[in-house]
């Protein structure tokens, strides 16, 4: 199963991630923490990295 980056999928979740009060975090593949949403900013007064 593949998905189409340019799917409405794609555009719905990143709406929801940015649209939520929760922190949302995840780590890579070199266990860096990396915050994923503006919540970020209200808890820490730091921006995601992307």
């Known amino acids: ?3 189409d ?3 409405d ?4 979740a990143f ?3 940015e ?3 929760a922190m949302l975090a995840y780590w890579d593949k070199n ?3 990396r ?3 503006k ?3 209200d808890w820490f007064g730091i921006t995601p990295s992307i």
């Open 39 to 41: 919540a970020t900013a």
């Open 1 to 3: 199963m593949s998905f």
């Open 5 to 7: 980056p340019n799917s």
């Open 19 to 21: 649209h939520t009060e």
């Open 9 to 12: 999928f794609f555009e719905i």
């Open 35 to 37: 915050y994923a949403n």
């Open 31 to 33: 266990l860096i923490c």
């Open 15 to 17: 709406n929801v991630t």
